[in-house]
């Protein structure tokens, strides 16, 4: 049997898991590969393991894979992967287990990062400029606005009271009782949040309802001193309307680990921006999750070669 790990980009699922319980050819892809590229590689696997979303398995490319039987995803949830079409060719796609607390602490390490400038002023001293030259801002007394109250939002919700901010939340549909329950109260808009947030931090789950709901009229909504930060999904955000404010000087900043193509161009103007601190797309990239994905991918393979498949999407 022939399995392929794609977007293997740190080069570790190897050491993470016991893939030699499969006595399976193993093919570990380290770089990023679409197209032409991307089918030779796959040539003749019957099993690809995909980390989250990014490659997309479409129909297109799954009409190029004749031999494919199995795909594995990390998480339990994959919007890139068409499952219609993996139904119709008889391919089986399962999932495993993922934590959600990676991405809130990297949401929290963005906004520290942000409020506090830690990146200039680091720059600065290895660099040997200035010593201090940036005023950095308060979180205690300030206000977090928490768009999506779901498991990570919830958290984050926490982490900031626990920081003595004031948290507000909404989503499309966040009821009182749940919004109590999380000990944060509802704002009875997405405008009424953005007016009143320090720091916007988005938590939603992309659908026809949330795609593009930040955009150039909702971030002349915020105050020019706030920041907004998105471990999330990047379609939430109007990209052009986001550079545009940020140039602008309308929002104070942006802390960004999700994007509308990954991985980022290099010219992208989000990558010179000064006001941006952006992290490529690291929410889920942590040495625990990554054992849980991987371990759990070689348990799905196995499972499946037994007629037994576990963890099935679809």
Same mark, same amino acid.
């Given at each position: 049997m022939r399995c392929v790990i794609l977007d293997d980009y740190q080069g570790v699922a190897r050491g993470l898991a016991d893939w030699s319980s499969l006595a399976a050819d193993v093919d570990a892809v380290t770089e990023h590969l679409d197209g032409d590229a991307l089918v030779? /590689?796959?040539?003749?696997?019957?099993?690809?393991?995909?980390?989250?979303?990014?490659?997309?398995?479409?129909?297109?490319?799954?009409? /190029?894979?004749?031999?494919?039987?199995?795909?594995?995803?990390? +998480?339990? /949830?994959?919007?890139?992967?068409?499952?219609?079409? =993996?139904?119709?060719? +008889?391919?089986?796609? =399962? +999932?495993?287990?993922?934590?959600?607390?990676p991405p809130v602490e990297l949401t929290w390490a963005l906004v520290l990062g942000l409020v506090r400038r830690v990146v200039p002023e680091a720059t600065a001293l290895r660099e040997g400029g200035p010593w201090q030259s940036t005023l950095g801002g308060d979180l205690a007394g300030a206000t977090l606005g928490v768009v999506g109250l779901g498991k990570i939002g919830s958290r984050v919700a926490a982490i900031g009271r626990a920081f003595g901010m004031e948290v507000v939340a909404w989503s499309p549909h966040l009821t009182d009782e749940r919004a109590g329950a999380a000990g944060v109260p509802r704002a009875r808009s997405l405008t009424e949040l953005l007016a009143a947030s320090d720091v916007v931090t988005l938590h939603l789950v992309l659908s026809g309802s949330t795609r593009g709901l930040i955009g150039? !009229?909702?971030?002349?909504?915020? /105050?020019?001193? !706030?920041?907004l930060v998105n471990t999330s999904r990047a379609g939430l955000v109007d990209t052009d309307a986001l550079v545009e404010a940020l140039r602008a000087g309308r929002i104070a900043g942006a802390g960004l680990d999700v994007y509308d193509v990954e991985p980022l161009p290099a010219d992208h103007p989000l990558r010179s921006l000064s006001t941006v601190l952006g992290t490529p797309h690291l929410g889920y990239v942590t040495e625990g999750n990554y054992r849980t994905y991987f371990a759990e991918a070689v348990e799905d393979i196995a499972a499946w070669r037994a007629g037994e498949p576990v963890r099935v999407l679809g």
């Open positions: 030779e /590689r796959l040539a003749g696997a019957e099993v690809v393991v995909v980390m989250r979303e990014r490659t997309p398995v479409t129909r297109e490319l799954l009409e /190029r894979l004749p031999d494919l039987r199995l795909v594995v995803t990390s +998480g339990m /949830r994959n919007a890139s992967i068409d499952l219609a079409a =993996c139904a119709e060719r +008889g391919i089986t796609v =399962c +999932g495993t287990g993922s934590s959600s607390t150039a !009229a909702e971030l002349g909504e915020m /105050r020019r001193s !706030a920041y």
